[in-house]
């Protein structure tokens, strides 16, 4: 984490503003399928609230592609089989250029920020995708999760020219992993992230299980310190409306998601409290 960080200040604030940015600067309908629109719109958001890591939501805008493109979606559903709605989507060439082609722009837009991939974890993006192709909801289990991470890894690889400093796994709050042997079932992506030498984190959403982590995970991001992993700690949603919610510390790392309804004054006032290690 560290190294993630080398460019920016020693103190880190990293803020996933999509939602809040869009809903401000952009009437809820954030370019995210036009290049150069979604970068202007990005620098506005930078401009304004200045995170110390540019943050890159794959979900977010697969979900926007998949609205636009139902042929893909009806491919995605072709297939019964639990990994097969994801393989498709991964798959597709012309996404595939979409994202690369976002994701460079960002570099050149953003030349001394860390720029970091969130993603869901193998084990998630299978249920996310089921749920896209209209297919019914389904256990994941080592088995899927195995072959979902092969197809992950793979499709990072377009990646490799970005200049990516880490990729984010995130989990779903209610299936987030038990056991440390779980998180080994993402062994392809890390190896994809060590051979590119990117950091590769992982966010835990709901309460951080006391399992030892493999030494793949560089950080984590989640509501409390996970043990020897550098932890970017997770702030309260409530921190954004409560002026009573006292915001959690630990060390120099800090991310918050602000919603996208937050009061536009609160939220500068968070912001400046959050780096100044409270919250008024």
Sequence with gaps: MPELLASTTAACLWLDDHSYASQLLANNAAPVLEVADYVAFRRQAAALLASDVVQFSLTTVCHAWLNEHPDLVATMAAKARAVAPLRAMLSDESLRAHLVATVTALRRAFVTRPLVILLPSPRAWVGITCAQAGLEEIAVGQAEADKAAVYVAEFLRAFAECELDGILLAEQENDQPATADEVTWYQPVFNVASHFRWKAGLLLPGEALPIDLPDDVDFVVA??????????????????????????????????????????????????????????
């Design 223 to 280: 509501r409390s310190a996970h043990g020897v992993a550098p932890t970017c700690l997770i702030q309260p949603a409530s921190v954004w409306t409560d002026e009573s919610v006292v915001a959690s510390k630990v060390g120099e790392l800090t991310y918050a998601e602000i919603p996208h309804d937050a009061p536009p004054e609160r939220v500068l006032a968070v912001i400046d409290n959050l780096r100044d290690g409270h919250a008024k």
